[in-house]
Each structure stands twice: as structure tokens, then as C-alpha cells.
Nanobody, 125 residues
Framework: QVQLVESGGGSVPVGGSLRLSCAAAGFRFRESCIGWFRQTPEKEREGVAAITVGQGRTSYASSVAGRFSLSTDNVMNQVYLQMNNLKPEDTGMYFC??????????????????WGQGTQVTVSS
């Protein structure tokens, strides 16, 4: 059974940092891509960052490049999204998603097969 469980969300002031975790199980982790997406009631869900687990290739949305970074723990089957210098516009529900047999770090939602339940990030000014 595929499981993706996000954790690490919370409330931080502008300029603060958070590290989100995505714990994966039930599929070939090293042959997958893991993407992070965020959504607010006012905006459609958007791709934030993605990584090919086996090769470590990454992609970042322009709005987060230089502030967010991805890493993986291939023993524990986890992906981490380190978020620094957070801004109010980073507020949203953050979801991780997995794409099977993925060779490129896509930010498009349609690529992803499995989704987690999300973790809330709130950045207050």
C-alpha cells in the first residue's frame, strides 16, 4: 500500500525557516520522483520543487529558487524540503507526491501518481 506522509509544517514569522518531511512507503522509492506542491483557497495548486530520488536531479519554481532546497534519505525513504527566508506568499497547504519510474524532476501535477494529505505552512508578517 502506497503511503506518503508529510510533516513539519507550522507557523513562522517572515524570514523564518521550516523543514518539511515526506515519508514514503509502498513503491520503489529510488525509481521515483517526489514533488512538493502547495495550495491556498485563493490559488490553484502549484508545483514548488521536485527531485528524482535515484539521480538527485532537482527542479524549483522560480518563486522559491535560492530559498528552498530538497534532499533525500534513501535509507529511511524520506524527502526533505528545507524552506528558508519564508515569505507570506509561501503560506499554504504543502503536499508531497510521488511519480513512478520518473527520470526528470517534473513540477507538473499530471505526472504524479500518489499524493499525501498535506501539512499547513503559515508565514505571518
Amino acid at each position: 500500500q502506497v503511503q506518503l506522509v508529510e510533516s513539519g509544517g507550522g507557523s513562522v514569522p517572515v524570514g523564518g525557516s521550516l523543514r518539511l518531511s515526506c515519508a514514503a512507503a509502498g513503491f520503489r522509492f529510488r525509481e521515483s520522483c517526489i514533488g512538493w506542491f502547495r495550495q491556498t483557497p485563493e490559488k490553484e495548486r502549484e508545483g514548488v520543487a521536485a527531485i528524482t530520488v535515484g539521480q538527485g536531479r532537482t527542479s524549483y519554481a522560480s518563486s522559491v529558487a535560492g530559498r528552498f532546497s530538497l534532499s533525500t534519505d534513501n535509507v529511511m525513504n524520506q524527502v526533505y524540503l528545507q524552506m528558508n527566508n519564508l515569505k507570506p506568499e509561501d503560506t499554504g497547504m504543502y503536499f508531497c507526491a510521488a511519480a513512478k519510474g520518473c527520470w526528470r524532476a517534473f513540477l507538473a501535477q499530471s505526472v504524479y501518481d500518489y499524493w499525501g494529505q498535506g501539512t499547513q505552512v503559515t508565514v505571518s508578517s
